[in-house]
């Protein structure tokens, strides 16, 4: 089976400019999470979908980033205008309800470099 | 204060040696907690979680939790070179929302 898909991999772009991130779950998952890795501050929750709502968005550092998650098998997050403090590695992770709750399925994650 | 602390290391063991790597949390609600292995370049992959106080074992690998403590371990018996990683130390209070340390780099060496 597919595990988590992202893309882009990685994405170098310069400050001022929109960023899009995708995330496909795996399927039959009906949790989805955004969260962000940095060396200064780990591995952070930005926001997690159930069913497609947002259940939390209250991680999303600020207005410039959003998220949708317009199905069950894909989810986007938006970053407009894009600083160089948003440099990081973003993974979506997925799970099914039901289960243990902490057994995430991450995707490989999109490193952004914002110069 | 971050929710859940560790000490970022690295931590070096030699091969063959116990590694330990703790983790404490300061959300006296979290009732549940993880652990996470994270080789440099890729993403976190659950090894390990525990729910009840005491020791719970998988194969090599050893959690243990203090809740009167806020403590959390995970011990790694006969270490070996693959276990080189970052180790991820999570909690959650029994919602949806999982809180991860900043992780311990561990190095096995040779």
């Known amino acids: 089976d597919a595990g988590v898909i992202q893309s882009p991999r990685h994405e170098v772009t310069e400050m001022g400019q929109e960023v899009t991130l995708r995330c496909k779950p795996i399927?039959?998952?009906?949790?989805l999470f955004w969260y962000r890795q940095t060396m200064m501050r780990g591995l952070e929750l930005l926001i997690y979908?159930?069913?497609?709502?947002?259940?939390?968005d209250s991680g999303m550092p600020e207005d410039r980033f959003s998220a949708k998650m317009p199905n069950a098998s894909f989810s986007t997050l938006k970053i407009q205008p894009s600083e160089p403090r948003d440099s990081a590695v973003y993974f979506c992770?997925?799970?099914?309800?039901?289960?243990?709750?902490?057994?995430?399925?991450f995707g490989e994650g999109s490193r952004l470099t914002v110069l | 204060q971050k929710e859940v602390e560790q000490n970022s290391g690295p931590l070096s063991v030699p091969e063959g040696a116990i590694a330990s790597l703790n983790c404490t949390y300061s959300d006296r609600g979290s009732q549940s907690f993880f652990w996470y292995r994270q080789y440099s370049g890729k993403s976190p992959e659950l090894i390990m979680f525990i729910y009840s106080n005491g020791d719970k074992e998988d194969g090599r690998f050893t959690a243990q939790l203090n809740k009167a403590s806020q403590y959390v371990s995970l011990l790694i018996r006969d270490s070996q070179p693959s276990d080189s990683a970052t180790y991820l130390c999570?909690?959650?209070?029994?919602?949806?929302?999982?809180?991860f340390g900043t992780g311990t780099q561990l190095k096995v060496e040779l």
């Open positions: 992770a997925s799970r099914l309800s039901g289960v243990n709750t902490g057994e995430l399925f």
């Open positions: 979908f159930n069913n497609n709502v947002p259940i939390d």
């Open positions: 399927s039959g998952h009906d949790y």
């Open positions: 999570a909690a959650t209070g029994g919602g949806n929302k999982l809180t």
